[in-house]
């Protein structure tokens, strides 16, 4: 075991970054284009970091495996994105934001990056809106806010139920502007196989085209995969179906530590799974939470429909337990009170696998009129998957993976174990902790992207000045590629007799059982020793059929899913080390008497990081310390 | 599929630009442009004609001196004739400017798609009137060419030689085969004005949310004023109302 | 229930297509239509017959990647809803289904049901942007932008870029897709310095790839977000006065 250094420099913490961007090296605008770096991945994190080291002047070529950069899953995202603009006057500042991200994260992430992050989301808003997003306005025709779960200002900018898709599409037009201008090539369709290193560093990639199946190697002098994050691995999350892990698991079985695995958001409110061939769960987004409030009928044999279900028959849950929060209380919260309630079988809906979101008193309160306006798309998204209007009946929510705050591990410079290797976005751990609050997301991918990145990666690239990048007829490369298409070959040539998909389910059942909302040690070794016996069956039976050389979707999965198989591996050995119960990981051993998360800051006070050995069941452990110098660690109360 | 965009990348600077309406022309909105302005044009003419031919209506007198005052427009301030024949002038370089865009128009959409749907579409806004324009819009031309040769010219005109205009129009709308044709010909005409006239205010930009919901009752409107009056000659005629 | 479906399968671009029946059994009416899909699938591999090719990604349908034709309709029979989110419940038992992919000649197919809009992309390149470098932005209220503009502006920039009003229109047209990018910044007081350029560039790579407007609404129809051809109209607009005022500009 080792202990990593994080290369946080030392100083205040309000200055940290601004001092830190004049200590960094920088290279000169004319020799930017000597320069070519690699971006994988075209989500707010790629596309933005793309379209900013275009504009800076180096040679950028993105990858994205959509067939267009605006297709990917930051787009789904809802609600909102945080920011310290404090228009409000309602108390909000930078150090607020970075205090309630890293209380909200269970004080287990690094406070430098997130007071930089907290720094930066000003600049985020300022930045979109000049690009022309769309954010929603007050009749006087400045920005409007909402508030979100974790937090007690209204620092929430939205545009309608859509913000992830207009900041996406700011970033994705950003990245269009560079293309005519000639800074930055997007290959679309092609899926990033493999990292190249050569000695010690990262030289670049080896990707497939998924429609013709080719093959292809590209050098670079840096290499930055904002490649998202792998709540796939659960088969059932609310992710776009080929949200995947396989290029930060890869890069990690080429060196770079995978941080945190253990961490994974469940969001609480996403519409119940209505049968067993559900292929994927729907948010709604949490700025729902708002104003709907959240119960449960208190008789479990409760059969009268919810609008005759007196109020002294109902237990509003969350307004019971979090008297200052109430129906505003965090994810990590919400989801277990939900989860509890279930149990105790108080569902509702027909599989009595929901609890109610109900709107009745704000539809009361402020007119159906202003309650379309603030929710109306969520509501008809909800109308179109169930057939029911939650105009009249309440919605019926229960929680689903949404998120992972794990990640590939970085430092300050958000470069991995892999010198110049980056990950930004949900791709790295960096700046969540144990929990990331709503809104945050979309804030730490344009934060990466546009404002911390580019700056970083100059300070990597600056001592390289005049070495060429590392031709791609390096003995590395070939053995990449080889490696690449040796698997290919070996799922065609299988012909098992079950799908990926069957595969990936039954994996999926066993991540959401042993490692999903609530651990248990021996939970944990069953998914252990589960996990490796599926995954030789996987090897030997699976069926992969048509050929390599086209558009073929279940071969793209079969490598897809062999990496959950390992990543899920590792979440289970991580879960199973940390002792105590933090944010999104609750392991039932460590919990108050009144069923609330209990840390144990003496012992986990860090970070875990990954490092791949060859097996699956045997990676070694490191730990990057994490110091609270300037919020105290406490015991967090939503109470 | 790797899309190499850049290969389009790169400022160019701006190509030798051509006038105006020659570059305008160039687009296909250029020519929605001259189909929307056309379209104007002939609706002032169709609107026109349908009122002056009510004279039908009043007497034969009347009807003959109307059809000689067309000649003698701004007479003596312009030679006889001249007015009229300017007109004519304009509105046949309108018609062939329409024609001409919506020939250009519609071979660019099949371009667009030369593999078409094999399953039987299902339309849900594209009403018969749209999707019939070049239908309508060929009968409507082969109309035109017809009653000018009829009224115009008398080339077909079942009149005897030196017939008033109003005996040409009894005499023709007498026989039935005639009638259904001129029938035929302005129902072909109605649907081909109902879209037209709702089309142009897209073609021509004028759009404004709160009066959009009027173009679709103009253009019924319209429709209804121009094609009923139309209808009701050779109807009148064949009824006995006129003879 | 239990449907009949016809499906366009197509091994690749220059390949022949043709229907093939497949039966879909025991679909519950709560499952989505790509669900269907998927079940129709894993029943070709038990069998050993290569599955169905269809793009789908978020299944919310915000990504914008689905597009199936469904009997003749763009996104299937539901209003305002993208393929991802028909619901079974649409269909009765014993329908017959006809699956087409989008065609245009924009719009390549590639296999099966999927095809490629990357002409999208080059219409946006041509303009559908702000011209903003990274750092360089003013703070974001210092404009005011009235409401009743931002919504408008949101209303246009709400296109998913699925392409379901180049598939609907019996052109093969792509007015919608490009209108709403134009409405979305012209509108904005951001977006004025470049007003013109966009208009016009975007307008005439549109031409490149797609077919005319002859005002038929059937992408008004189809489209999964609502988008209105008021917005058409004003491209209209804004693309004469960007005829004429780029001639004086350069």
């Known amino acids: 075991m080792t202990v990593l250094d994080n290369k946080v420099p030392d100083g205040p913490i309000e200055s940290l970054w601004d001092d830190h961007k004049f200590s960094m090296k920088l290279v000169n605008p004319s020799n930017k284009r000597k320069f070519d770096i690699i971006i994988v991945g ?27 950069p605006r297709r990917a899953h930051s787009i789904a995202a809802q609600g909102g994105i945080n ?14 934001l970075f205090y309630d991200t890293v209380k909200g994260g269970d004080y287990r992430s690094r406070e430098a990056n997130v007071y930089r992050l907290a720094q930066v989301s000003n600049n985020i808003i300022d930045q979109c809106v000049a690009q022309g997003v769309p954010f929603a306005r007050e009749y006087g025709g400045l920005l409007d806010n909402r508030s979100f779960g974790g937090a007690q200002v209204s620092r929430t900018f939205y545009a309608r139920g859509q913000t992830g898709q207009q900041l996406l599409l700011g970033a994705y037009q950003a990245l269009a502007r560079q293309v005519k201008a000639g800074t930055v090539e997007v290959v679309t369709n092609a899926e990033m196989l493999d990292v190249v290193v050569v000695d010690g560093r990262a030289a670049g990639i080896i990707t497939r085209d998924l429609v013709t199946g080719e093959i292809s190697r590209h050098s670079a002098h840096a290499t930055v995969l ?11 999350s609310t992710n776009a179906m080929t949200c995947n892990v396989t290029a930060a698991w890869r890069a990690h079985r080429k060196g770079a530590f995978f941080a945190n695995p253990a961490y994974t958001q469940i969001h609480p409110t996403a519409i119940p799974s209505s049968d067993e061939f559900q292929s994927k769960l729907t948010l709604m987004s949490e700025s729902l939470r708002n104003d709907g409030r959240i119960w449960v009928p208190n008789d479990p044999d409760e059969t009268r429909a919810a609008a005759d279900i007196p109020e002294s028959d109902r237990d509003y849950y969350l307004e019971r337990r979090y008297p200052s929060f109430g129906n505003l209380a965090p994810r990590d919260i919400s989801s277990r009170a939900a989860k509890i309630v279930v149990d105790e079988g108080k569902g509702v809906g027909p599989l009595k696998n929901g609890v109610y979101l109900d709107f009745a008193d704000a539809i009361g309160r402020l007119g159906r009129d202003a309650v379309a306006d603030k929710y109306g798309n969520l509501f008809d998204m ?3 998957i169930t057939g029911e209007n939650p105009y009249d009946v309440p919605m019926r929510i229960y929680p689903a993976v949404h998120y992972t705050m794990g990640g590939l591990w970085v430092d300050y410079h958000l470069q991995t174990t892999i010198p110049g290797l980056f990950a930004i976005g949900e791709a790295n751990f960096s700046d969540h902790g144990a929990n990331r609050l709503g809104a945050s997301a979309l804030m730490q991918g344009l934060a990466d992207g546009y404002f911390v990145l580019p700056h970083t990666v100059g300070d990597y690239l600056a001592p390289q000045l005049g070495q060429p990048k590392v031709d791609t007829s390096a003995p590395e490369f070939d053995a990449a590629e080889e490696g690449v298409r040796a698997q290919i070959d070996g799922f065609l040539h299988t012909k098992g007799t079950r799908s990926v998909d069957w595969f990936h389910r039954e994996l999926g059942k066993i991540m959401w059982d042993y490692c999903g909302m609530e651990r248990s040690k021996v939970g944990l070794e069953k998914a252990l020793s589960e996990i490796p016996a599926l995954r030789a069956e996987f090897e030997s039976d699976v069926r992969v059929l048509g050929a390599a050389d086209t558009l073929n979707s279940s071969l793209e999965k079969a490598g897809r899913v062999a990496d959950f198989f390992e990543l899920g591996e590792l979440m289970c050995k991580d879960a199973l080390v940390r002792e105590e119960s933090a944010g999104g ?16 800051d003496d012992n986990f006070a860090h970070v875990t990081a990954w490092e791949w050995t060859g097996t699956p069941a045997e990676p070694n452990e490191h730990r990057e310390a994490l110091d609270f110098t300037n919020v105290k660690l406490s015991t967090r109360s939503y109470k | 599929m790797a899309t190499k965009v850049s290969e389009r990348g790169g400022a160019s600077a701006p190509a030798k630009r051509s006038p105006f309406l020659v570059e305008l022309y160039r687009s296909a909105l250029g020519k929605k442009y001259v189909m929307a302005i056309t379209g104007i044009i002939f609706m002032g003419y169709v609107l026109a004609h349908m009122f002056g031919n009510l004279k039908l209506y009043q007497s034969a007198a009347e009807f003959n001196a109307y059809a000689e005052f067309l000649g003698t427009i701004l007479y003596p301030i312009a030679p006889d004739g001249a007015v009229l024949n300017v007109l004519r002038v304009m509105l046949l370089g309108a018609l062939i400017l329409h024609v001409t865009a919506a020939f250009q128009l519609t071979q660019m959409n099949r371009n667009a798609r030369p593999d078409s749907y094999r399953s039987k579409r299902d339309f849900v806004a594209a009403d018969f009137a749209a999707r019939t324009m070049r239908w309508t819009g060929v009968i409507v031309l082969l109309f035109i060419g017809y009653h000018l040769a009829d009224f115009t010219f008398g080339w077909v005109n079942p009149a005897a030689e030196g017939a008033t205009l109003y005996e040409k129009v009894i005499a023709s709308f007498s026989n039935p085969a005639i009638a259904g044709f001129y029938l035929v010909a302005n129902l072909a005409l109605g649907l081909h004005l109902y879209h037209g006239v709702w089309s142009l205010f897209q073609s021509m930009g004028w759009n404004n949310r709160r009066f959009n919901h009027w173009r679709r009752y103009l253009a019924v409107a319209f429709t209804v004023v121009v094609v009923g009056g139309n209808l009701s000659f050779p109807i009148a005629v064949q009824v006995g109302l006129i003879s | 229930m239990n449907l009949t479906l016809r499906v366009w399968r197509q091994a690749g671009p220059d390949a022949p297509g043709r229907f093939e029946t497949y039966q879909a059994t025991d679909i519950s009416e709560h499952s989505s239509f790509l669900e269907m899909l998927d079940n129709v699938n894993e029943g070709l591999i038990e069998v050993g017959e290569e599955p169905i090719e269809f793009m789908h990604d978020c299944r919310e349908g915000i990504c914008g990647t689905c597009g199936i034709m469904i009997n003749g309709q763009a996104h299937g029979p539901a209003q305002s809803t993208a ?19 989008w065609r245009a000649s924009g719009f390549p197919i590639i296999k099966d049901l999927v095809v490629d809009r990357a002409a999208f992309d080059r219409i946006i390149e041509e303009g559908g942007y702000i011209t903003v470098d990274t750092a360089s932005a003013p703070d974001a209220n210092l404009i005011p932008i009235p409401k009743e503009t931002a919504d408008f502006a949101m209303d246009a920039a709400a296109c998913i870029g699925c392409g379901a009003c180049v598939a609907a229109c019996p052109n093969g047209a792509a007015q919608l897709f490009t209108a709403a990018k134009i409405a979305h910044l012209n509108v904005l007081p951001q977006g004025q310095a470049e007003r013109y350029q966009r208009t016009e560039g975007m307008v005439d790579v549109m031409e490149e790839y797609f077919g005319s407007c002859t005002n038929m609404g059937e992408c008004e129809a189809a489209c ?3 988008i209105s051809i008021d917005f058409i109209a004003t491209m209209n607009k804004d693309y004469r006065k960007a005829k004429s005022q780029n001639r004086r500009s350069s």
Request: net charge negative.
């Open chain 1, 585 to 600: 990981h609750f392991r039932v051993e460590h919990q108050t008497d009144e069923g609330e998360a209990l840390r144990d």
């Open chain 3, 83 to 101: 393929t991802c989110q028909l619901h079974m419940r649409s269909f009765s038992d014993g329908d017959e289904l006809v699956l087409e992919p």
């Open chain 1, 83 to 96: 920011a310290a603009k404090n228009y409000h006057g309602d108390g909000d500042s930078v150090f607020r």
């Open chain 1, 382 to 384: 909800y109308e179109r």
């Open chain 1, 42 to 68: 075209t989500g707010l994190a790629g596309a933005s970091a793309a379209a900013t080291l275009g504009e800076l002047g180096y040679r950028v070529k993105v990858f994205t495996f959509h067939d267009s």
């Open chain 3, 224 to 226: 999964p977000k609502g």
């Open chain 1, 226 to 236: 904002g490649t998202g994050g792998y709540s796939n691995v659960f088969y059932l």
